[in-house]
């Protein structure tokens, strides 16, 4: 006795649940078998949908050891539930091996789906039918061949009790163990909540009970006919909340089918071919709520490397743009240096130009700041801040701050702006960006151009007004691009320069576009940069 009592113990701590769960489980299982009893196989206890079977895959696939308990409640429900009487030796034998067979399914789901049954990708779902359609034949086999070996139902009837337990179990898992894999998790549970907390759910359940009310309307012969009305809830459901939508709108669609064949006339082969049809529209929501998922799931990745490549972009653009003032302070700094070292040896000495110098520095340090802080405000929300602004003298500051390095490298720089251009709305700050970018790369390009004489190296900027946009032009001497060039030149990280980072250009079109405007290039000779600037743009109304 004390040896029984050890290994029951055993059993109950294997098992992982108390006798009291155990109890309930039993008494759960025997109750979805008692609610499903509908339309038995004559002389047989084999039903179309076997709920029951979910909760026993359920079980031994998050506690494999349980198994006893399982065959303790198929055996519970053999003898409790059904209008049948079983000889005691074919239920016995009968429970065994439909707890075999589910035992497989759960080991096989295990195995090719991993514990959590995650049914979030297409190739989880059809994973899980294929399994669920191979366990539930080879329960029903087995349940056939030991109905058989029993004298229970003769070689005629095998087929017949094969086809009936298939699509009773088969259903059974399809439309039921995707709900315990909702319940098994908080997250899904917490994602279901949020689900009926949208007034569309509860639209899309009244869609489906209005359908199902449609078919069951119909004469007895004509009822499956409309029962492609159901589709509709389901595949919106799937469509509009994923997997979990598609799981909770197919239990629905079971639940009401049930209720409907036990309030409704109906015809015993109709209520088999309605199974068949759960059975698919089931499979077919989910398969569509794991390709909704997966797009979510897709989509999430995509903003997430967007977020990383803009801030890549972001720290490229900067690094860009703050390697000329910086590399300008480090001159003016050393100058200073100059001049300070010249004071210290000579009080006599002007102290106007270090002043000058100072404040040429302090100068730059502002410009980094404001770069560095626009640029970030950019890279953020695109955000622009516009204000009226003569385009001339933003042209004749950009021209002055790259005058010295043009004509370190031999360069002629020089601005054509028409008179009586009028105010545009911009963002100083960013266009000053775009045009140095535009200028630096002209000057680059125009004093590695060995095909001409150096005294026609040049750099001209225009600016003029056409109808409503103002268009600045830089144009330079070198050999200018040609078609192929013109079309890859705004690609990011894409330079020919020495070092260059390739974000210029890029950095430069989306600064352009944020106001409204284009930036394009011209085919050669000579290489031609446009970009337009509406005039109304950021006008106050």
Same mark, same amino acid.
């Given at each position: 006795?004390?040896?029984?009592?050890?290994?029951?113990?055993?059993?109950?701590?294997?098992?992982?649940?108390?006798?009291?769960?155990?109890?309930? &489980?039993?008494?759960? $299982?025997?109750?979805?078998?008692?609610?499903?009893?509908? &339309?038995?196989?004559?002389?047989?206890?084999?039903?179309?949908?076997?709920?029951? *079977?979910?909760?026993?895959?359920?079980?031994?696939? !998050?506690?494999? @050891?349980?198994?006893?308990?399982? !065959?303790?409640?198929?055996?519970?429900?053999?003898?409790?539930?059904?209008?049948?009487?079983?000889? !005691?030796?074919?239920? +016995?034998?009968?429970?065994?091996? +439909? %707890?075999?067979? &589910?035992?497989?399914?759960?080991?096989?789901?295990?195995?090719?789906?991993?514990?959590?049954?995650?049914?979030?990708?297409?190739?989880?779902?059809?994973?899980?039918?294929?399994?669920?359609?191979? =366990?539930?034949?080879?329960?029903? #086999?087995?349940?056939?061949?030991?109905?058989?070996?029993?004298?229970?139902?003769?070689?005629?009837?095998?087929? *017949?009790?094969?086809?009936?337990?298939?699509?009773?179990?088969?259903?059974?898992?399809?439309?039921?163990?995707?709900?315990?894999?909702?319940?098994?998790?908080?997250?899904?549970?917490?994602?279901?909540?949020? #689900?009926?907390?949208?007034?569309?759910?509860?639209?899309?359940?009244?869609?489906?009970?209005?359908?199902? /009310?449609?078919?069951?309307?119909?004469?007895?012969?004509?009822?499956?006919? $409309?029962? &492609?009305?159901?589709?509709?809830?389901?595949?919106?459901?799937?469509?509009?909340?994923?997997?979990?939508?598609? /799981? !909770?709108?197919?239990?629905?669609?079971?639940?009401?089918?049930?209720?409907?064949?036990?309030?409704?006339?109906?015809?015993?082969? %109709?209520?088999?071919?309605?199974?068949?049809?759960?059975?698919?529209?089931?499979?077919?929501?989910?398969?569509?709520?794991?390709?909704?998922?997966?797009?979510?799931?897709?989509?999430?990745?995509? @903003?997430?490397?967007? @977020?990383?490549?803009?801030?890549?972009?972001?720290?490229?653009?900067?690094?860009?743009?703050?390697?000329?003032?910086?590399?300008?302070?480090? %001159?003016?700094?050393?100058?200073?240096?100059?001049?300070?070292?010249?004071?210290?040896?000579?009080?006599?000495?002007? +102290?106007?130009?270090?002043?000058? +110098?100072?404040?040429?520095?302090?100068?730059?340090?502002?410009?980094?700041?404001?770069?560095?802080?626009?640029?970030?405000?950019?890279?953020?929300?695109?955000?622009?801040?516009?204000?009226?602004?003569?385009?001339?003298?933003?042209?004749?500051?950009?021209?002055?701050?790259?005058?010295?390095? *043009?004509?370190?490298?031999? /360069?002629?720089?020089?601005?054509?702006?028409?008179?009586?251009?009028?105010?545009?709305?911009?963002?100083?700050?960013?266009?000053?960006?775009?045009?140095?970018?535009?200028?630096?790369?002209?000057?680059?390009?125009?004093?590695?151009?060995?095909?001409?004489?150096?005294?026609?190296?040049?750099?001209?900027?225009?600016?003029?007004?056409?109808?409503?946009?103002?268009?600045?032009?830089?144009?330079?001497?070198?050999?200018?691009?040609?078609?192929?060039?013109?079309?890859?030149?705004?690609?990011?990280?894409?330079?020919?320069?020495?070092?260059?980072?390739?974000?210029?250009?890029?950095?430069?079109?989306?600064?352009?576009?944020?106001?409204? =405007?284009?930036?394009?290039?011209?085919?050669?000779? =000579?290489?031609?940069?446009?970009?337009?600037?509406?005039?109304?743009?950021?006008?106050?109304?």
């Amino acid at each position: 006795m004390s040896s029984l009592s050890a290994r029951l113990a055993g059993w109950r701590q294997g098992a992982g649940l108390g006798v009291a769960r155990m109890i309930l &489980y039993v008494a759960a $299982y025997v109750g979805l078998a008692w609610i499903s009893f509908i &339309y038995p196989a004559r002389g047989l206890n084999i039903t179309p949908w076997n709920p029951q *079977a979910a909760l026993a895959v359920g079980l031994l696939l !998050w506690q494999p @050891r349980s198994w006893w308990l399982v !065959w303790v409640a198929v055996a519970s429900g053999e003898a409790l539930v059904g209008s049948e009487p079983v000889p !005691w030796p074919a239920l +016995v034998l009968s429970a065994g091996v +439909v %707890t075999a067979g &589910y035992a497989a399914t759960a080991a096989a789901l295990k195995h090719w789906i991993a514990p959590r049954l995650s049914l979030v990708t297409r190739r989880d779902v059809v994973v899980f039918l294929a399994i669920v359609a191979c =366990g539930s034949l080879l329960g029903a #086999m087995l349940r056939a061949a030991a109905l058989w070996a029993t004298d229970v139902v003769p070689a005629a009837r095998i087929p *017949a009790v094969i086809h009936r337990a298939f699509i009773g179990d088969g259903v059974g898992l399809v439309v039921t163990l995707p709900m315990l894999w909702v319940l098994a998790s908080r997250e899904r549970t917490a994602a279901t909540r949020a #689900m009926l907390q949208a007034g569309e759910a509860w639209l899309i359940a009244a869609v489906t009970g209005l359908a199902m /009310v449609l078919v069951f309307a119909q004469p007895t012969g004509e009822q499956f006919k $409309y029962f &492609y009305l159901l589709f509709l809830p389901v595949v919106w459901a799937a469509a509009r909340f994923g997997a979990i939508g598609a /799981v !909770w709108s197919g239990a629905l669609v079971q639940l009401l089918l049930m209720l409907a064949v036990q309030t409704a006339p109906y015809q015993p082969l %109709t209520v088999f071919e309605l199974q068949v049809l759960m059975a698919a529209l089931t499979s077919t929501g989910v398969l569509l709520g794991a390709t909704v998922d997966e797009r979510e799931e897709a989509q999430q990745a995509l @903003r997430a490397s967007l @977020r990383l490549a803009a801030a890549g972009d972001m720290a490229a653009a900067l690094a860009h743009e703050l390697n000329q003032p910086l590399t300008a302070m480090s %001159t003016y700094a050393r100058a200073s240096q100059l001049m300070a070292r010249r004071l210290g040896s000579d009080p006599d000495a002007p +102290v106007e130009p270090l002043v000058e +110098v100072t404040d040429k520095l302090a100068d730059e340090a502002t410009r980094a700041g404001e770069v560095v802080n626009r640029l970030r405000k950019f890279f953020r929300d695109r955000s622009t801040e516009l204000q009226p602004t003569d385009i001339s003298h933003l042209i004749a500051d950009a021209v002055q701050s790259q005058a010295r390095r *043009a004509e370190s490298l031999g /360069v002629h720089l020089d601005s054509a702006c028409a008179p009586g251009l009028p105010p545009v709305w911009l963002d100083p700050v960013q266009i000053a960006v775009v045009l140095r970018n535009l200028l630096a790369n002209a000057i680059d390009a125009a004093a590695e151009d060995r095909g001409g004489p150096a005294a026609q190296r040049s750099v001209t900027v225009r600016a003029l007004q056409a109808d409503d946009e103002v268009i600045v032009t830089v144009v330079d001497s070198a050999r200018g691009l040609d078609t192929v060039e013109v079309g890859r030149v705004f690609e990011s990280r894409r330079s020919e320069k020495p070092g260059g980072m390739g974000v210029g250009l890029a950095i430069s079109r989306s600064i352009v576009e944020a106001h409204g =405007g284009r930036l394009w290039a011209e085919t050669g000779p =000579g290489g031609k940069f446009h970009f337009s600037l509406p005039l109304t743009a950021g006008v106050p109304s």
